[in-house]
Nanobody, 120 residues
Framework: QVQLVESGGGLVQPGGSLRLSCVAS????????MGWFRQAPGKERESVARINSLRSTNYADSVKGRFTISRDNAKNTVYLQMNSLKPEDAAVYYC??????????????WGKGTLVTVSS
């Protein structure tokens, strides 16, 4: 049974940092590209970053230079280090298995996500 559990969100001031984690089970984690997505109120879910099985990464323009995606295959975990956070980064963040070239999610299943609030 597939399970994705995101954590690490919270309230942070503009310019602050957070590290999100996503633990995946029920998939061949080390073989899968993984991605982070976010959805702000009233907006569609958007791709933020992805990392393939060879640890090659790709980022949305809006987060380049501020966010870093990484993975620990031994822990079936993908991380998102978020620095220099802006109010527009506020959203619920989700992870999913993704197609390595398109970045589109490969599963209809989504975890509960983790809420990031950026406010002074």
């Amino acid at each position: 049974q597939v399970q994705l559990v995101e954590s690490g969100g919270g309230l942070v001031q503009p310019g602050g940092s957070l590290r999100l984690s996503c633990v995946a089970s029920g998939i061949s984690f080390s073989l899968n590209a993984m991605g982070w997505f976010r959805q702000a109120p009233g907006k569609e879910r958007e791709s933020v970053a992805r990392i393939n099985s060879l640890r090659s990464t790709n980022y949305a323009d809006s987060v380049k230079g501020r966010f870093t995606i990484s993975r620990d295959n031994a822990k079936n975990t993908v991380y998102l280090q978020m620095n220099s956070l802006k109010p527009e980064d506020a959203a619920v963040y989700y992870c999913n298995s993704v197609h390595p070239y398109t970045g589109r999610p490969t599963m209809n299943y989504w975890g509960k996500g983790t809420l990031v609030t950026v406010s002074s």
